[in-house]
Nanobody, 106 residues
Framework: QVQLVESGGGLVQPGGSLRLSCAAS????????MTWYRQAPGKERELVAPITKGRFTISRDNAKNTVYLQMNSLKPEDTAVYYC???????????WGQGTQVTVSS
């Protein structure tokens, strides 16, 4: 059974940091490209990396089947549900996690 389980979300003040984790199981993790998306209320889901201008960093640990999203200098407009995505390098089969809420507010 394929699972992507995000964790690490929560409430943080503007300028703060959070690290999200996504633990994968049920598929060959190393064969998949791992990315993060987010969806704010009333908006479409969007890919995180191109729009955060270096404030966010994605990393992965293949030994732990886990991908991380380090988020620094958080802004209120970063408030969204953050989703982990896995896409097979060849077949482009995709899996999604259930999402984790990030709220940036003072």
């Amino acid at each position: 059974q394929v699972q992507l389980v995000e964790s690490g979300g929560g409430l943080v003040q503007p300028g703060g940091s959070l690290r999200l984790s996504c633990a994968a199981s049920g598929f060959t993790f190393s064969h998949y490209s791992m990315t993060w998306y987010r969806q704010a209320p009333g908006k479409e889901r969007e890919l995180v990396a191109p729009i955060t201008k270096g404030r966010f960093t994605i990393s992965r640990d293949n030994a732990k089947n886990t991908v991380y999203l380090q988020m620094n200098s958080l802004k209120p407009e970063d408030t969204a549900v953050y989703y982990c995505n896995a896409e097979h390098w060849i077949t482009h089969q995709r899996y999604w996690g259930q999402g984790t809420q990030v709220t940036v507010s003072s």
